[in-house]
């Protein structure tokens, strides 16, 4: 298990995507993360997104990212459907590249596995061109609902870039088995992703609501957070994705940003306690 005070956590653009990336990073690094995941592409029709297309912006990222020694690990989100175009993200991948981002985060957007599948392999051949590696997320509000899925999807695609993201929420929601994820190969398995919630789930419609805004603090639901912790690899690297904001209505993004990382390392140290 890594060690709570030291480990290098990163944070999820979710959990203050009103903030901008010139001030996220700021905040970041006040709270003490090592790295960021960016929204630089929504992840649903209308959603907030900073496509940081201005290479002036691009330059000061760089900058804030050189003085604060907090990198950017994900760039999000892309969508796998029918209508999937590899070649229209390359401005992404491009801004991604250019601001040192070393992962890709995607969703699954058809039913039809295969379909998925032969999308994520024809990202994975763009992105690899910028070595960025490709993670998908499963969810169970959309197509690509379970880690079974993603590891078929992945499996398929059949790209040394390729791999899946682990979230906490989703694993416990889509009633993904612990057992998959414990005797998966580690070369398909890429980050994780720590939060909390009731160990109830909610109606189905209300999932993506949940995920969206509700999430708990690690260590305050009723996940079995460690045995989803002990089915992975003891080096997968571990970010948190806590939209909190509806439930610390008193507190600003900085201040929730530093709450985050305070309860993640002290939920991984609670291990240690007798």
């Excluded at 890594?2 to 203050?16: E, F, G, R, W």
């Amino acid at each position: 298990m890594p060690n709570a005070d030291t480990m290098p956590l990163s944070i999820a653009h979710l959990s203050a995507l009103d903030t901008p990336p010139l001030d996220y990073i700021e905040f970041a690094a006040r709270a003490g993360f090592a790295s960021i995941g960016l929204r630089t592409n929504p992840a649903a029709l209308g959603g907030i997104a900073y496509s940081l297309a201005a290479a002036a912006e691009q330059a000061e990222l760089r900058r804030r990212i050189e003085a604060t020694g907090v990198s950017v690990m994900y760039i999000e989100l892309i969508g796998l459907s029918e209508t999937t175009r590899a070649a229209d993200y390359r401005p992404m991948l491009e801004v991604g590249a250019a601001i040192g981002a070393s992962r890709l985060g995607v969703g699954g957007d058809s039913a039809n596995l295969a379909v998925v599948a032969e999308r994520m392999a024809e990202i994975c051949d763009l992105a690899r061109e910028y070595s960025i590696a490709v993670d998908i997320e499963f969810m169970p509000f959309r197509p690509v609902k379970t880690f079974a899925d993603a590891l078929q999807v992945v499996r398929m695609a059949d790209r040394p870039n390729a791999h899946i993201m682990v979230d906490a929420l989703h694993v416990f929601r889509s009633n993904s088995s612990l057992d998959d994820i414990r005797r998966a190969d580690r070369k398909f398995l890429g980050t994780f992703q720590i939060c909390d919630a009731p160990r109830d789930p909610p109606p189905a419609d209300q999932l993506a609501t949940e995920a969206r805004t509700r999430r708990l603090l690690p260590g305050h639901g009723g996940l079995p957070l460690w045995e989803l912790i002990d089915a992975l690899p003891a080096d997968i690297p571990v970010g948190v994705e806590l939209p909190i904001a509806s439930q610390f209505p008193q507190l600003d993004a900085q201040a929730r940003m530093q709450l985050m990382a305070r309860s993640s390392r002290e939920f991984y140290a609670s291990r240690r306690k007798p």
